[in-house]
Structure formats: C-alpha cells, structure tokens
C-alpha cells in the first residue's frame, strides 16, 4: 500500500484508511472513509477546470489582433426562467457551424441555476432579457443579460472550456463582450430603446424583435 503524505483526514481528524487514498498532484492523500475522499476529488477537480477557464487568457500576454471575420449568428427561440424571458442567440467562429443540443441544455441548467441568485441581489427587474451562446476560439461563453431599473442592462459571464459541457462564472476578471458579441448586445440596446421605452412600449413586441440570423 502506498503511504499517504498525511495521517489524519482533513475533514474529520480522523486517521487515515487504507480504503479511502487518492492521487493529488503526484502524491498520495489519504481521508478516513470514501466519503471524505470522493468529497475531496469533487472539490478539486470543479477548482482546477475554473483555474484552467480563468488561465485560458494569461494575464498580461501580448496578443496579436487579426483581420475580422464576420461570425455566424442565429436566433433560437426564447427561454423561460421562473418568470423570466430571454431571447437566446447562438454565435460560432466557424461559418455555418452548429452549437449542439446538449451545449445549449448545459447553458440552459447553468441559467436556471444561476440567474436567480443574481436577480435576488438587485431586486425588481422586467422579467426579460437575452442570452448570447457563443462557441469561440478558446472555449463556449455564455452571456446573460436583463433588464431592470427600467433602463439598466445587468449580466453575468460564464464559460466552458473546449471539449466541455461545464460552465463556470467568469468572476475575477474584467470581461465583458468581444467585438462579436457586441453586435448582438448592441442590438437588443436598440431593440429596448425601440420597442420598450417609449409611450405605450411593450415588452412582448421586445421580445419578439430578433437579429436577423446571419454573418456579422
């Protein structure tokens, strides 16, 4: 049996089992019961997938700005969150390339999950929105936005690395939009302004006007 680096387990105090070892960056750990050790390997492996998202921009690396290529943009129908709409818009680096049905679930679940905790922290809201799902380069963001406040855009960021179907909240950087994702957001800023803030404005009409799909 190999030994543990540790004789005690971290959760309990209590001594280690031969039963209950795992392998943590080259070294054997080692917890008092299965339990504590499949706790311990959950914990982990959400830690270094959200490490690996937030390293997958270097902080401060000297990047290269290439020739724009327009994207392929597609309106997908809306989403219904507890009581809150959101148009949702696909995007793809790849011309005429699909997002996948099960990328677009894990979005939705990420959504449900998440979007209620940021609602409850500002309060009233109009109860519509939109989503951009944007499948880049270097991994699947997911932008959330909603109206509240009566003029007042809020959002979240969230991303799944390449090969992935796993969001994390984009939390400790500055990251807003790419200049893709812009257009999509400079849209729906017109569309409220249009449809919404104006005597007699409707929500619904907001949420029927939609991006015409194509390359932007």
């Not at 706790?39 to 020739?67: C, M, N």
């Not at 680096?93 to 905790?117: C, D, H, K, N, Y």
């Amino acid at each position: 049996m190999t030994k543990a680096v540790n004789e005690t387990c971290p959760w309990s105090g209590d001594p280690v089992s031969p039963d209950s070892l795992a392998h943590y960056r080259g070294q054997t750990v080692g917890f008092c019961n299965p339990g504590c050790r499949d706790k311990f390997e959950k914990a982990t492996l959400a830690f270094d997938k959200a490490i690996a998202a937030r390293d997958a921009f270097p902080r401060g690396a000297p990047v290269e700005v290439s020739p724009y290529r327009p994207r392929q943009v597609t309106a997908l129908g809306n989403w219904c969150v507890g009581d809150m709409r959101l148009k949702l818009t696909c995007m793809t680096a790849e011309e005429e390339a699909v997002i996948s049905e099960g990328m677009i679930e894990a979005a939705r679940r990420f959504t449900e999950e998440i979007l209620p905790q940021k609602r409850a922290i500002e309060g009233t809201d109009h109860h519509a929105g939109f989503v951009v799902l944007h499948e880049g380069e270097m991994g699947t963001w997911l932008l959330v936005h909603w109206w509240a406040h009566g003029d007042i855009q809020l959002s979240f960021l969230a991303m799944a690395l390449p090969g992935t179907e796993e969001f994390h909240l984009q939390t400790d950087r500055h990251f807003h939009a790419c200049v893709w994702e812009q257009v999509v957001i400079g849209f729906e800023r017109d569309a409220w302004v249009t449809h919404v803030m104006k005597e007699g404005g409707r929500i619904d009409d907001y949420l029927e006007a939609r991006l015409a799909d194509g390359l932007y």
